[in-house]
């Protein structure tokens, strides 16, 4: 089945510091690949998206590229700040109505 | 602004009590879903429906049940039959193909 996995947290970084938090993924078929985002007491957000092999997602200076010969999608950001502070999920869908597959999620913490 | 509202954003269930989870769109979206999510689980699928009037069980249904009668509301009932029921519960739409979901801001259930 589809499985996705993703660095345990917390990830502690102080502010400007360089962002990855790792993503693999196990699916059949070519799924889409997102990030969403979690700030306290909050539901989700997309942070970014890709929808094919080399496909770059890009929003609010973090990036993602779908590999598909690792069959990853690493989040990265070249300097955080304290807003950046949430929880961070990498999700893939295959199917055309949206069924999401979640990892267990990313906490980042940016102390200033 | 269009969007997804849930509510209550707190809820408490006394012991054998069901309680319903209310969750209206405006976005015109045919697919609901609703998702628990536990602390370091990420979120799991309880139920989706891809249009009115129909609904599939997600990998959790059990002690869950929900309506799809209009378009717009895709309420779920928390039963006495789950025997833990305390969680964060989100819900979300999306249209099909590889639109993403859009999610709101969640009810925390608490027992009482």
């Known amino acids: 089945g589809n499985s996705v996995t993703q660095m345990e947290g917390p990830v502690t970084l102080s502010e400007e510091a360089f962002l990855t938090i790792n993503c693999t993924y196990t699916?059949?078929?070519?799924?889409?690949l997102f990030w969403y985002v979690q700030y306290p007491g909050e539901g989700l957000q997309l942070l970014l998206k890709a929808t094919k092999a080399d496909d770059k997602g890009s929003n609010k200076g973090f990036e993602a590229t779908y590999r598909k010969e690792t069959t990853s999608f690493h989040l990265e950001k070249g300097s955080v700040q304290v807003s950046d502070s949430a929880v961070y999920f990498c999700?893939?869908?295959?199917?055309?109505?949206?069924?999401?597959?979640f990892g267990s999620g990313t906490q980042v913490v940016v102390t200033p | 602004d269009g969007g997804i509202t849930q509510s209550p954003k707190y809820l408490f269930r006394k012991e054998g009590q069901n309680v319903t989870l209310s969750c209206e769109q405006n976005l015109n979206h045919d697919a609901m879903y609703w998702y628990r999510q536990d602390p370091g689980q990420g979120l799991r699928l309880i139920y989706y429906?891809?249009?009115?009037?129909?609904?599939q069980k997600g990998d959790i249904a059990e002690g869950y049940s929900v309506s799809r009668e209009k378009k717009e509301s895709f309420p779920l009932t928390v039963t006495s039959a789950q025997k833990n029921p305390t969680a964060f519960y989100l819900c979300?739409?999306?249209?099909?193909?590889?639109?993403?979901?859009?999610f709101g801001d969640g009810t925390r259930l608490s027992i009482l």
């Open positions: 979300a739409s999306s249209q099909e193909s590889n639109q993403p979901q859009h």
């Open positions: 999700a893939l869908k295959t199917d055309s109505w949206g069924k999401l597959q």
């Open positions: 699916a059949t078929g070519y799924p889409s």
């Open positions: 429906s891809q249009i009115v009037n129909d609904f």
